[in-house]
C-alpha cells in the first residue's frame, strides 16, 4: 500500500475528508493535517486528511484528494532517500485498513502504517532561496535567523549557500518559533544536532538537483525526525511536499518578485488579500481557490514523480 500512487486524474472528483474516524483504533491526536492512531504498542496508523493549514491555522475547508497528493509524494521522497536515512514507513497493515469496504477505500491512498518513535521537538527546516519569513528577516536586519547574509539581495535570490534554520514545533493553532543551531544542541544534544542538520541539507540537495532536472525549483522545506528506542533517527511525518516546501517553475523564476508556486504560498497569497488577522478561525475558501489548490498539488506530484 505505501508504495501505491493514487491516479492524479481523479482526485478532483474525490469527496474531501476533513476528518477520519476508525473507531476500533485509540486516536492519539489530531494535528494540522495528520489524524494519528495507535496500533498496538509499536506502530501508528496516520491518516493525511484532505485539511488546509495556512499560517497554523487550520482552515475551514478541505481540498479533496489533497491527503492522498501528499502521501504519495512523501513515500515517493522516503524511497529516494532511504540510502541516506531510514524512514517511519512500515510496510502493509495487518489485516488491512480497519472498517467496511467503504471507510477502507475511503483511506487507502491516504493511510500509511509506521513504526511509533519518539519525534525530535525542533523542525529542521532547509532554505536555498530567499522567500517567506527569510526574506521579512532580512529585509529587517540583513540576516535570516540570525545567520549574517551579503547586502543587496532580491526577494527570491537564490542563497550564497544553503541554509539550515531550525524551529521549535508548535501545538495547533500556534506559530513555530525560529530557533539558533546553539540552542537546537542545548535542546536535544550537539551530536545528533549536526546528524539532523547534515542529514536534512543533504536531502534537500539531492531533492533540489532531482527537481531541476524537472523544471522546478525547491526553494525551500522542512523535515521531521524520531528516534526509536535504540536512538537509531528516522525521518518521520512528510517529506518534500507541497505542504512542507516551496516550489516553483524554473521557467518563470526571477530574482525580486515572488514566483508563481506549486505549493501552499497560492493559497497564503490569496489569504493576504483578505481582512484576517492570521488567527483562529480562519476564513472560508470560495471553490476556485480551492480547486485551484488542488490542481497546483496535483501537477506538482505529476511532475516530481514522473
Known amino acids: ?119 525530535l521537538p525542533i523542525e529542521a ?57 546553539a540552542e537546537m544542541c542545548d535542546l536535544i544534544g550537539p551530536e545528533l544536532a549536526e546528524r539532523v542538520r547534515d542529514l536534512s541539507i543533504a536531502i534537500y540537495e539531492r531533492a533540489a538537483n532531482h527537481a531541476l532536472q524537472r523544471g522546478i525549483i525547491i526553494a525551500d522545506t522542512k523535515f521531521e525526525f524520531g528516534l526509536d528506542q535504540d536512538g537509531q533517527l528516522y525521518v518521520i511525518d512528510e517529506m518534500l511536499t507541497p505542504d512542507s516546501s516551496r516550489f516553483w517553475p524554473e521557467d518563470q523564476y526571477e530574482p525580486g518578485s515572488s514566483p508563481p508556486s506549486f505549493d501552499k504560498q497560492f493559497l497564503r497569497d490569496y489569504l493576504d488579500t483578505l481582512d484576517w488577522d492570521k488567527t483562529a478561525p480562519g476564513p472560508s475558501l470560495p471553490a476556485d481557490i480551492l480547486r485551484q489548490t488542488a490542481d497546483k498539488y496535483r501537477e506538482a506530484l505529476s511532475i516530481l514523480t514522473a
Not at 522567500?131 to 535567523?145: E, K, L
Open 1 to 119: 500500500m505505501c508504495a501505491n500512487f493514487p491516479p492524479a486524474g481523479l482526485m478532483s472528483e474525490q469527496t474531501a475528508l476533513f476528518e477520519s474516524s476508525i473507531p476500533s483504533l485509540p486516536l492519539v491526536a489530531r494535528g494540522k493535517v495528520r489524524d494519528i492512531y495507535a496500533c498496538g504498542e509499536s506502530h501508528l496508523l496516520i491518516v493525511t486528511t484532505d485539511r488546509l493549514s495556512a499560517y497554523d491555522v487550520v482552515l475551514p475547508d478541505a481540498v479533496p484528494g489533497k491527503g492522498a497528493v501528499l502521501t504519495a509524494m512523501s513515500n515517493y521522497w522516503f524511497d529516494m532517500m532511504r540510502d541516506l536515512v531510514p524512514n517511519h514507513l512500515a510496510g502493509e497493515i495487518p489485516g488491512g485498513i480497519p472498517g467496511d469496504a467503504d471507510d477502507a477505500a475511503a483511506l487507502r491512498d491516504r493511510t500509511i502504517y509506521v513504526r511509533r518513535l519518539e519525534p
Open 125 to 181: 527546516v532547509v532554505r536555498g532561496y530567499l522567500i517567506g519569513s527569510g526574506w521579512r528577516d532580512y529585509a529587517d536586519n540583513g540576516s535570516v535567523c540570525g545567520i549574517d547574509l551579503p547586502r543587496g539581495l532580491e526577494l527570491a535570490d537564490k542563497l550564497p549557500g544553503i541554509l539550515f534554520t531550525p524551529a521549535t514545533k508548535a501545538a495547533v493553532g500556534d506559530h513555530d518559533i525560529n530557533i539558533g543551531f
